[in-house]
């Protein structure tokens, strides 16, 4: 059973100590939780923005676009 959550937005760096970032959000949407996602990271090789992305994650890259990620999260919690 899908508990949608509304207004809720995970952020996330990519590289992360015995996971990914998108393993992350897949594993946290394995539990039936309702949410954006963001993974930011240095490395833009097509594979790893296409994971992030296949996880439902927007790909921000590094150095970050702090007005750009602003925006996404107010639009979540609009």
Not at 31 to 40: H, K, M, S
Not at 47 to 70: H, Q, R, W, Y
């Amino acid at each position: 059973m899908r508990i949608p959550i509304s207004s809720e937005v995970v952020v996330t760096d990519y590289r992360l100590p015995g996971i990914n970032g998108a393993l992350l959000i897949k594993q946290v949407r394995m539990t039936g939780l309702c949410f954006r996602a963001v993974v930011i990271s240095a490395y833009t090789d097509q594979a790893t923005i296409n994971e992030a992305k296949e996880a439902g994650a927007t790909f921000l890259s590094k150095p970050v676009d702090f007005e750009l990620l602003g925006l996404l999260v107010r639009e979540v919690l609009a």
